[in-house]
């Protein structure tokens, strides 16, 4: 054997001399910027941006066969309607016009559709044959998941603005439960037997400088109506899209990303900042059993979202959203390999080759416990001949959905206005569907595809949205090179980015427009041309924030009227640093939340627009709820003068700053 040590020490002295290089670049370049702002009395950022008009778009976003097989009932994000498909012909029989933004569907019966209507608290039950709305279900204000349990007469629906899941008799319309405490539930599914609902978190609760910090699935018993466990996904888990129960009902399958964030991002080779995975979960220990990456070593996976299981559980397909492409995993063998059943010399049958990767199955083979730290290697699925991914003729796939005759996919295609049925064996294109005519994307459109694309990434491990899901938050800490290293900072919502400058915490870069640019450079390692900059930076300018769902009928509460009038008092101080109506003053302060790996003890004053959905908050996401910020959070009264307000005045004060 070859001597390889000296080539090994020349690589490791070359990389440690890049990467002193690189973090000494950024350091200079984010510092010499906050230096460059005395006063930081800067202007907020303008660029000439088209008018918004979503509607004009058709945006697919969830799909579903109904039980016959013969009609596709498709939701569209943007448009506003759902679409009843010929699945033979590709012919869209219907078109229903819906409330707020369609999301999930789901099929109760043989002519009967649900929908939920974002943004208008209601799930919309529709006749497949005629296309009407039937009849409106009330639930919370912003339902994105849906599903059914038709023995019990059940509908369960996840409500994203209020953390909460709604269970509502199907035959009343009657909210028999809500169940709290479920951070931005997503998608939602039940088990055969109407026992469970599983649900997926979308993105961490808690404070992100627990260094477990993770996105959950929660297990929610149908019978008591109650929260039964939060199956804590591994450290760094967030975008938990879609949730699927296996035919037997012992599995749950979920995808997800999963953050390095213990890493500085350096470096996007191996999965070193982000991975994305695919986790199963045994219903019947109610535990995590394995998480295993649709990585391979040298192309990553970026942002999965959909899945689909044949009628007997042997197969599961992916879309990924921001690869365009499916991901089709050969779930029974992958069991055999899981329980330690993968054969005499473990992987080493397999259809493909990659050493290190096979090598975990043989341990696991040897130690089925070992399973635990699948989700460290990368092409381990492909390794074992688990997985074959396949590129698709697909902008955005994410709704994925198997016919009753497991003999073809439907896939929708979100930035084309499409729906592509595939053969299910070999993903080959069978029909591209229309649902109707789609303009040409404007500056807006092209910019959010862009943001959301993860080709525009080194080797597609991550998207912009990867790390802010809907350009918001992800619930994490990420240690970026712009101000240093060792000092992780909190994802940030980019609404009104461009209107609130400097950004980033520390304000290292001068405005939205750097930061798009920088952020390309240097998290995804990429040269973009200038024309996808500026669509990015089109996007990003034309993002508002969402009613709050904490309004009344699009109204201040009487208790937020009361936390207004203590947020706009003198003497408890709020709107000197967040004055409306941007609710920032653009200028660094001290407010006592310097913690143990931070250097500057003066951060950014953040936005409060949208508070309701951007915890954990301040600059290292160390305060999970408002309630810190207003109290423990607050020492010496530094951020705001609260420590003489009552129980119930810091309660209306948090209503406020909920409601905007």
């Avoid at 088990?191 to 978190?201: H, K, S, W």
């Avoid at 862009?450 to 949205?465: A, P």
């Avoid at 290293?485 to 400097?502: C, D, E, F, Q, Y």
């Avoid at 706009?568 to 001290?590: K, R």
Wanted: glycine share 8%; aromatic share 6%; proline share 6%.
């Amino acid at each position: 054997m070859k001597n390889h040590r000296p080539q090994i020490l020349v690589a490791t002295l070359i990389g440690i001399t890049v990467f002193f290089l690189l973090v000494g670049y950024q350091a200079r370049v984010g510092w010499s910027a906050m230096r460059s702002m005395p006063g930081r009395g800067m202007r907020p950022m303008e660029i000439a941006v088209p008018p918004r008009n979503e509607s004009a778009y058709r945006s697919p976003f969830d799909l579903a066969f109904s039980p016959d097989g013969k009609t596709l009932a498709v939701s569209d994000r943007t448009a506003g309607v759902l679409y009843l498909v010929d699945a033979e012909t590709g012919d869209v029989k219907k078109t229903v016009t819906l409330q707020g933004r369609p999301m999930a569907v789901a099929w109760p019966r043989e002519a009967l559709v649900l929908v939920a209507e974002y943004d208008a608290g209601t799930v919309a039950l529709v006749d497949a044959q005629d296309g009407e709305v039937l009849r409106r279900f009330r639930v919370g204000p912003k339902p994105v998941g849906v599903a059914v349990a038709l023995q019990k007469k059940l509908l369960v629906v996840g409500d994203y603005g209020l953390h909460t899941v709604s269970l509502v008799d199907l035959q009343t319309g009657n909210e028999r439960a809500r169940i709290g405490d479920i951070r931005h539930p997503y998608f939602v599914a039940v088990t055969p037997d109407e026992r469970l609902a599983v649900v997926g978190n979308l993105i961490p609760a808690g404070p992100a400088t627990d260094p477990a910090a993770a996105a959950a699935i929660s297990l929610i018993d149908l019978d008591r109506g109650t929260k039964i466990k939060d199956i804590i996904l591994p450290d760094g888990s967030s975008s938990v899209r879609q949730v699927r129960v296996s035919p037997d009902g012992r599995w749950a399958y979920v995808v997800h990303t999963r953050g390095r964030t213990m890493l500085p991002t350096t470096q996007l080779d191996r999965g070193w900042v982000n991975t994305n995975a695919f986790s199963i979960i045994d219903l019947a220990e109610r535990q995590l059993y394995a998480t295993a990456l649709l990585d391979t070593v040298t192309q990553g996976a970026a942002d999965p979202w959909g899945i689909a299981l044949t009628p007997d559980g042997k197969n599961a397909w992916i879309s990924v959203a921001g690869t365009h492409q499916i991901a089709k995993i050969e779930l029974a063998t992958l069991h055999e390999y899981l329980a330690g059943r993968a054969g005499k010399s473990g992987a080493s049958e397999a259809k493909h080759t990659v050493t290190d990767a096979s090598a975990i199955w043989q341990q696991i083979r040897e130690d089925p416990s070992r399973r635990s730290q699948l989700s460290y290697h990368l092409s381990a699925l492909y390794a074992g001949g688990l997985m074959t991914r396949i590129s698709i003729d697909a902008k955005g796939p994410r709704g994925i959905a198997l016919s009753p005759d497991a003999k073809h996919l439907a896939v929708t295609s979100y930035y084309s206005g499409e729906v592509l049925l595939l053969e299910a064996d070999s993903c080959r294109l069978r029909k591209r569907i229309s649902l109707g005519p789609q303009p040409a994307p404007d500056a807006v459109r092209r910019g959010e595809f862009v943001f959301f694309d993860g080709q525009h990434s080194f080797q597609h491990w991550l998207s912009c949205g990867t790390c802010h899901p809907d350009a918001r938050v992800d619930g994490l800490n990420w240690d970026l090179v712009n101000d240093g290293i060792g000092n992780p900072k909190n994802a940030r919502s980019l609404v009104w980015s461009h209107k609130t400058p400097p950004v980033m915490s520390l304000a290292v870069r001068e405005d939205m427009a750097e930061a798009v640019q920088k952020g390309f450079q240097f998290i995804q390692f990429r040269e973009v041309e200038e024309g996808d900059l500026n669509a990015v930076r089109a996007y990003l300018q034309s993002l508002e924030p969402e009613a709050s769902p904490h309004l009344v009928n699009g109204q201040l509460s009487s208790k937020a009227k009361k936390g207004k009038e203590l947020f706009e008092n003198a003497e408890v101080g709020c709107a000197a640093c967040h004055p409306a109506p941007l609710y920032t003053s653009m200028q660094l302060h001290d407010v006592g939340t310097k913690g143990e790996f931070d250097r500057s003890s003066s951060y950014d004053t953040p936005t409060c627009i949208e508070l309701w959905r951007t915890a954990p908050y301040l600059h290292d996401g160390s305060a999970p709820t408002l309630k810190d910020v207003l109290t423990t959070r607050n020492p010496g009264d530094q951020h705001g003068k609260t420590s003489h307000l009552t129980p119930e005045e810091i309660d209306a004060l948090i209503e406020y700053l909920l409601s905007l």
